[in-house]
């Protein structure tokens, strides 16, 4: 059975120290940022909803898997130090200072990350979030460095290889600096794949490292291992992190298939936020949160990070752990594809791995050699550097934006329903709602389908079927019930009469259906452009013509091709769903599909970030039973089973998706990961 739950550690005493003189580097780490983070959890009713795991302290044996001896010797005689004592050792290190009470709570934040490893991989909660000070990604084997005195994640990453014999651990940093010290310490390690992004201006934004650059992947054995997206510039925004997630991160991770994921979850990456001096709103967060859970068989492990705006802080957190728990995630309207400055690092971040993944090996990219963010020339040809005037300016307009407190997430009563045809044996789990209506007629059923056949709708059965999905999707509509899955007899005929009933149901403001089909054979639907339907379809013919913007085939010749699947789902579909921001999605697994169960339940977790997790699933009866399930598990939550290492997509199949890539980044900005 699969693990439930999500942890949540905290124990004010992280909170007991801070800085005891004047420094203008380190006055922003403060003990508020665990308690509005935590206040807001319970304001909110999300920490009542988690399970509680105390914290324990860390052991000198856990500290030096990632820390020398001498080092954790110094840092152990600072309780007994004077102030003046604590001011000339904090001297030797960068931006990050002492107390007498530090290293009990630097102890006490590698024990809660180490608590959270062990509870995940024992099966005791499925995922979790430590609310942990001082934070740890900066600090290397023998330096405090950024407010940061214990690599608590790369502790914990080397922790769990040891303890839980892991092969492949991932580390997604989202925080707004590079996490050096976590590179430092896995850069020759294959187990371990690093990501980071990090506001870096070229080299002008602290640590101001040349290897926190694109072109730092690693060495010897861990080359590719290592993966660094540079922000040079600030401002960036939603459809930016949303777009480094579709376009490098998500690829590269599914192929590595980790075992565990680990988040060094800093939100100074958020709007507001005095040193990232970004745009990205808290919702966001909520989102790439969703996006990693489909991973490692659902073990997450969030660790807090940076992140110094105190109300961004506590809403971000907020929608992480809500997400954690289940939550539907919140609409992001306004999605329009990655800034120049973005899609330039999109574009050298590929170009650098492009050798050592096979999810970009079939695509044409080369570095930009002279970014735009770097340097302008001026009339007469001389170059010149962008001065810190204007950047200046730039965060200051950033910095006195504001934003709306994020929406309440309500979840319906229900999670899940079923309808089933007759005859069809019921196994599913008894928590999903049972759905069975009265027929349709003929009339009803046929209302707005393309070239209505009355043959078609004949068969008893499909009009006892369609009366099922109708009133299951009214139930999804009237938010009764979140989502739900129909094993229908003819799912194409059905596919269409759904899409008019759900145009029909939808408010004016959400009237936008997302088709996905998966599978042979055409949906009879009217495909216009006033944008109330998007089809997108994988299947092995490339079809006659494409009808409008809101028609996305994508053909995978070769069967079985499951990195093509997945390079199709996560480098076009998702882009292209994201930005259409759909109302409703129906996600149809037709005839003849080949894609297996593990798949298609990845489709459909991946799925429900979209639309308020409002998804209706359509299986073809007859298929498989497994396929029956993996969408009921999945649409209930439960974690998908993991695809295990994946290589390159076959050779054919790659090139095409690189061309329909190509050919659709006119109508989606979201598909841009070139410089235009």
């Given at each position: 059975?699969?693990?439930?739950?999500?942890?949540?550690?905290?124990?004010?005493?992280?909170?007991?120290?801070?800085?005891?003189?004047?420094?203008?580097?380190?006055?922003?780490?403060?003990?508020?940022?665990?308690?509005?983070?935590?206040?807001?959890?319970?304001?909110?009713?999300?920490?009542?909803?988690?399970?509680?795991?105390?914290?324990?302290?860390?052991?000198?044996?856990?500290?030096?898997?990632?820390?020398?001896?001498?080092?954790?010797?110094?840092?152990?005689?600072?309780?007994?130090?004077?102030?003046?004592?604590?001011?000339?050792?904090?001297k030797q290190y960068g931006d990050v200072y002492f107390h007498p009470?530090?290293?009990?709570?630097?102890?006490?934040?590698?024990?809660?990350?180490?608590?959270?490893?062990?509870?995940?991989?024992?099966?005791?909660?499925?995922?979790?979030?430590?609310?942990?000070?001082?934070?740890?990604?900066?600090?290397?084997?023998?330096?405090?460095?950024?407010?940061?005195?214990?690599?608590?994640?790369?502790?914990?990453?080397?922790?769990?290889?040891?303890?839980?014999?892991?092969?492949?651990?991932?580390?997604?940093?989202?925080?707004?600096?590079?996490?050096?010290?976590?590179?430092?310490?896995?850069?020759?390690?294959?187990?371990?794949?690093?990501?980071?992004?990090?506001?870096?201006?070229?080299?002008?934004?602290?640590?101001?490292?040349?290897?926190?650059?694109?072109?730092?992947?690693?060495?010897?054995?861990?080359?590719?291992?290592?993966?660094?997206?540079?922000?040079?510039?600030?401002?960036?925004?939603?459809?930016?992190?949303?777009?480094?997630?579709?376009?490098?991160?998500?690829?590269?991770?599914?192929?590595?298939?980790?075992?565990?994921?680990?988040?060094?979850?800093?939100?100074?990456?958020?709007?507001?936020?005095?040193?990232?001096?970004?745009?990205?709103?808290?919702?966001?967060?909520?989102?790439?949160?969703?996006?990693?859970?489909?991973?490692?068989?659902?073990?997450?492990?969030?660790?807090?990070?940076?992140?110094?705006?105190?109300?961004?802080?506590?809403?971000?957190?907020?929608?992480?752990?809500?997400?954690?728990?289940?939550?539907?995630?919140?609409?992001?309207?306004?999605?329009?594809?990655?800034?120049?400055?973005?899609?330039?690092?999109?574009?050298?971040?590929?170009?650098?791995?492009?050798?050592?993944?096979?999810?970009?090996?079939?695509?044409?990219?080369?570095?930009?050699?002279?970014?735009?963010?770097?340097?302008?020339?001026?009339?007469?040809?001389?170059?010149?550097?962008?001065?810190?005037?204007?950047?200046?300016?730039?965060?200051?307009?950033?910095?006195?934006?504001?934003?709306?407190?994020?929406?309440?997430?309500?979840?319906?009563?229900?999670?899940?329903?079923?309808?089933?045809?007759?005859?069809?044996?019921?196994?599913?789990?008894?928590?999903?709602?049972?759905?069975?209506?009265?027929?349709?007629?003929?009339?009803?059923?046929?209302?707005?389908?393309?070239?209505?056949?009355?043959?078609?709708?004949?068969?008893?059965?499909?009009?006892?079927?369609?009366?099922?999905?109708?009133?299951?999707?009214?139930?999804?509509?009237?938010?009764?019930?979140?989502?739900?899955?129909?094993?229908?007899?003819?799912?194409?005929?059905?596919?269409?009469?759904?899409?008019?009933?759900?145009?029909?149901?939808?408010?004016?403001?959400?009237?936008?259906?997302?088709?996905?089909?998966?599978?042979?054979?055409?949906?009879?639907?009217?495909?216009?452009?006033?944008?109330?339907?998007?089809?997108?379809?994988?299947?092995?013919?490339?079809?006659?013509?494409?009808?409008?913007?809101?028609?996305?085939?994508?053909?995978?010749?070769?069967?079985?091709?499951?990195?093509?699947?997945?390079?199709?789902?996560?480098?076009?579909?998702?882009?292209?769903?994201?930005?259409?921001?759909?109302?409703?999605?129906?996600?149809?697994?037709?005839?003849?599909?080949?894609?297996?169960?593990?798949?298609?339940?990845?489709?459909?977790?991946?799925?429900?970030?979209?639309?308020?997790?409002?998804?209706?699933?359509?299986?073809?009866q007859g298929s498989e039973a497994d396929n029956i399930r993996a969408a009921v598990t999945s649409l209930?939550?439960?974690?998908?089973?993991?695809?295990?290492?994946?290589?390159?997509?076959?050779?054919?199949?790659?090139?095409?998706?690189?061309?329909?890539?190509?050919?659709?980044?006119?109508?989606?900005?979201?598909?841009?990961?070139?410089?235009?």
């Amino acid at each position: 059975m699969a693990s439930s739950g999500t942890a949540l550690i905290y124990d004010e005493e992280m909170t007991r120290y801070k800085l005891l003189w004047d420094d203008p580097m380190c006055n922003i780490e403060v003990p508020e940022r665990l308690t509005v983070s935590y206040a807001a959890l319970q304001e909110h009713g999300l920490a009542q909803r988690c399970v509680s795991l105390p914290v324990r302290q860390a052991t000198d044996k856990e500290i030096l898997l990632a820390h020398s001896e001498e080092y954790l010797e110094a840092v152990k005689k600072t309780p007994g130090m004077t102030l003046e004592e604590l001011i000339e050792f904090t001297k030797q290190y960068g931006d990050v200072y002492f107390h007498p009470n530090i290293y009990h709570c630097a102890k006490m934040a590698v024990g809660a990350t180490l608590q959270l490893v062990d509870n995940v991989m024992n099966g005791k909660v499925r995922n979790g979030m430590a609310l942990v000070r001082p934070p740890g990604h900066h600090s290397q084997r023998s330096a405090a460095n950024g407010f940061c005195v214990f690599n608590n994640v790369a502790i914990a990453a080397l922790y769990a290889k040891k303890h839980f014999n892991l092969n492949r651990v991932l580390i997604v940093d989202w925080d707004v600096h590079h996490g050096q010290g976590i590179q430092y310490c896995f850069e020759e390690d294959p187990s371990v794949l690093y990501f980071s992004w990090h506001r870096y201006e070229h080299q002008k934004f602290w640590p101001n490292l040349q290897e926190s650059d694109y072109d730092t992947v690693g060495k010897g054995k861990g080359a590719g291992f290592n993966v660094n997206l540079p922000w040079n510039k600030v401002g960036m925004e939603n459809s930016d992190f949303l777009s480094v997630f579709f376009h490098v991160l998500l690829p590269i991770a599914y192929e590595f298939s980790p075992e565990l994921v680990f988040v060094s979850a800093g939100f100074d990456s958020a709007i507001g936020d005095p040193e990232g001096h970004m745009c990205a709103t808290p919702e966001v967060f909520a989102h790439l949160t969703h996006l990693l859970m489909s991973l490692a068989g659902g073990k997450l492990c969030v660790i807090l990070e940076g992140g110094y705006n105190l109300k961004s802080l506590a809403q971000s957190v907020c929608q992480t752990v809500q997400t954690l728990l289940g939550d539907p995630a919140p609409l992001l309207p306004g999605l329009c594809g990655p800034c120049e400055s973005a899609a330039e690092s999109i574009q050298n971040v590929r170009a650098a791995q492009q050798q050592y993944w096979g999810c970009i090996k079939h695509s044409s990219v080369e570095p930009v050699l002279e970014p735009r963010t770097k340097c302008h020339r001026t009339e007469e040809g001389e170059k010149v550097v962008e001065g810190a005037v204007q950047i200046e300016t730039v965060s200051k307009e950033i910095q006195e934006k504001s934003w709306p407190e994020p929406p309440p997430r309500i979840a319906p009563p229900a999670r899940t329903a079923v309808a089933l045809p007759g005859g069809v044996e019921d196994s599913l789990p008894k928590s999903c709602l049972r759905v069975s209506a009265a027929p349709l007629t003929q009339e009803q059923a046929a209302c707005g389908i393309r070239d209505f056949s009355p043959k078609a709708l004949e068969d008893e059965r499909i009009l006892h079927s369609l009366g099922n999905v109708f009133s299951l999707l009214d139930k999804i509509v009237k938010k009764e019930v979140r989502n739900g899955m129909a094993v229908v007899p003819e799912v194409l005929v059905t596919a269409a009469c759904t899409v008019q009933h759900a145009l029909t149901s939808l408010s004016t403001s959400d009237c936008r259906v997302l088709l996905v089909l998966v599978g042979e054979g055409e949906v009879p639907v009217e495909l216009t452009d006033d944008g109330k339907l998007l089809l997108v379809q994988v299947c092995s013919k490339e079809p006659e013509d494409r009808k409008s913007k809101f028609h996305v085939p994508v053909c995978l010749k070769s069967s079985g091709d499951t990195a093509g699947f997945l390079h199709a789902v996560l480098g076009l579909l998702l882009p292209v769903a994201y930005e259409y921001s759909p109302g409703l999605v129906l996600a149809v697994l037709g005839e003849n599909c080949s894609i297996g169960p593990a798949a298609w339940a990845q489709l459909v977790s991946l799925l429900q970030g979209l639309a308020q997790g409002q998804i209706l699933a359509l299986v073809q009866q007859g298929s498989e039973a497994d396929n029956i399930r993996a969408a009921v598990t999945s649409l209930l939550g439960d974690p998908c089973p993991p695809l295990g290492p994946l290589g390159a997509a076959l050779l054919e199949n790659g090139q095409a998706l690189e061309r329909d890539r190509q050919n659709l980044q006119t109508h989606w900005g979201m598909l841009q990961t070139k410089k235009s």
